[in-house]
């Protein structure tokens, strides 16, 4: 329930009824009674009576899942001093019924909105982009591009190397657009000034690296809690701790795997050329709005400072608004975003339903790059710039009569495993080829795994850390370890 007391009730140390009142009355008139919907049992109330008339609670209060006090006024003699300690405006005031009203939200707001009444939505626009030649770009600077082209208006940040060029682009552009740049005074500010631009059902996103991720990771949870977008491109760098500035995939298993507490997933997506960092920084606002949810662009500080040919697209996105934001017309201001939930009835049922929206995902947004893998024998599996490396590498095994081919997830949650199913039925042996500590084959494994596939090949990996990436030779060394290895025991590879 939800009460508004009139603001001329606020209790304060000024109130006239404390200062001015002879104290006779004031005895009277300051027994303590006890709101326990404001009650949070803090217990400041019971240290500062003398008589003990106040006692710490016992039973949950259903209204607020917390205890609030008990009170035996018996020995009471009206002295104030609990209603002086307690905190809460509205904890523990004079007598009721001289002061006090509850007034009902119905009164003031209406009745609340249906599920039926729901706020009309403004869909987004498609507006014709002039044909331009192709640019040459870095590829911070392509997916500061594709966000504007998805609508993106809002960005947060703050600056972390190798990601900076990102964001400043988008300080130099922004103002342009009347967008908002903003940076953060750190990036847990700035996850929570996406929560605020994601709840008013705005695109807004940020350029991060590793260490910046981390400290995002509370405030990703709460977004997936009260089911709202944004896009955190983290272009990620050596760790653990400050680590470097060097590329790593560093952070594969904390997107996939640890995007802050409870039960969180998002779409993971990891571009390999300035191209998908454009093209996927697009998507990335269409997921994110499609299913209310976070979406993290994974790349890596080498893809972030590599320049590469990136064509924009024919159209780019006038952002609408959609129906559930908190927006300040009459039609949305009805709207509630929250990701608390007190009852535990409440609370399952939101899990419910935030796993059947991951079990959508899922199902709808598998995406994965496919090369030379028809006849693939041996199959290397690699993602960002690892995957150039294994692409270079897969070209020079055929060229050696070996029937390579690769595998490059594009979403890493959900791992694509439809169609790397198929693919396992001929291979013999898969290689798994990153710049870090497994993080991309326990992915795969767990994939695999949970797809029960009988017999997966046997699996291999090629691993570097601290922005030394696996380089074209050692990785065609390691496949041809592997086929030495086979021909002794006398299997084709
Ligand atoms: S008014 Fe004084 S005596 Fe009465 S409960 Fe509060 S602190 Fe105790
Ligand atoms: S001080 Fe106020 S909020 Fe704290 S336990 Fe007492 S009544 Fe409750």
Known sequence: ???????????????????????????????????????????????????????????????????????????????????????????????????????????????????????????????????????????????????????CRHFYGYPITPSTEGAELMAKLLPKLRGVFMQAVSETATVNMMYGCGGAGMKAMTFTSSPGFSLMLEGISYMIGAELPGVFVNVMRGGPGLGNIAPEQADIKLACRGLGHGNTQAVVLAPSTPQEMLDLTILAFDLSFRYRNPVVILSDGY?????????????????????????????HRGNLICSFLLSEADLEAHNIHLNSKYAAMKAAEQRADLFETDDAEVLLVACNTPGRMAKGAV????????????????????????????LLLRAHRIVVVEASNGQLEDEMRLAISHDSVPRPPAIASVRRFGGVLPQQKEIVDRVLEGVGAALVEGVRV
């Open 1 to 151: 329930m939800w009460y508004r007391i009139p603001a001329r009730l606020v209790k304060s140390s000024l109130d006239p009824q404390w200062r001015e009142a002879p104290m006779s009355t004031v005895r009277e008139r300051l027994k303590p009674h006890l709101l326990p919907q404001f009650c949070k049992g803090c217990g400041r109330c019971i240290e500062s009576c003398t008589r003990h008339c106040i006692s710490a609670g016992t039973e949950i209060n259903a209204a607020t899942g917390l205890i609030p006090v008990n009170l035996d006024l018996e020995q009471c003699n009206g002295c104030g001093l609990c209603i002086s300690a307690c905190p809460e405006p509205y904890g523990l005031r004079a007598e009721p019924g001289k002061d006090f009203v509850l007034e009902d939200p119905k009164a003031l707001f209406g009745a609340r909105r249906a599920a039926s009444e729901v706020a009309p939505s403004i869909p987004d626009e498609l507006l014709p982009l002039p044909a331009v030649e192709p640019l040459v770009v870095k590829g911070n600077y392509a997916s500061a591009i594709g966000a504007l082209i998805a609508g």
């Open 303 to 331: 893809l972030g400072q590599m320049t590469g040919t990136v064509r924009l697209p024919g159209t780019a996105v006038k952002p609408g608004l959609p129906s559930w934001a908190v927006s300040g017309d009459r039609a």
């Open 395 to 422: 070209r020079e095994l055929r060229a050696r009569g070996i029937k390579a081919g690769l595998f490059r997830p594009i979403s890493l949650w959900p791992f694509p495993i439809d169609a790397l199913r198929p």
